[in-house]
């Protein structure tokens, strides 16, 4: 099964950008829909974006769009979050998913077998 690792969180200022990277480990990704969620504190985990198993499609929040870009790297197993002009209602730790599912983007938290630690983002006012 894979195993994924978050990386690039941080604390910055609005206005800011933060990329998150999500690295797997034990086995291929290209078979997966990858997808990042966030959870803010005393709020249910959210969908942020999605994208397919070659990265054709895409899909996001609408409250993200035009301002975060999801990437994959299959050869080098790498899932990005590009994430520019940052607010303080980004804040959140945001989680990496990964399922192995014949469809191309899963917006649902539940359906993805596979998860990351966290890594924490805080934007200041």
């Known amino acids: 099964q894979v195993q994924l690792v978050e990386s690039g969180g941080g604390l910055v200022q609005a206005g800011d950008s933060l990329r998150l990277s999500c690295a797997a480990y034990r086995g291929s990704v290209s078979k997966y829909v990858m997808g990042w969620f966030r959870q803010a504190p005393g709020k249910e985990r959210e969908f942020v974006a999605a994208i397919s198993q070659n990265g054709g499609r895409a899909d996001y929040k609408d409250s993200v769009k035009g301002r975060f870009t999801i990437s994959r790297d299959n050869a080098k197993k790498m899932v990005y979050l590009q994430m520019n002009s940052l607010t303080p209602e980004d804040t959140a730790v945001y989680y990496c998913?990964?399922?192995?599912?014949?469809?191309?983007?899963?917006?649902?938290?539940?359906?993805?077998?596979?998860w990351g630690q966290g890594a924490q983002v805080t934007v200041s006012s």
């Open positions: 998913a990964a399922d192995e599912t014949p469809y191309f983007i899963l917006r649902i938290p539940g359906l993805y077998e596979y």
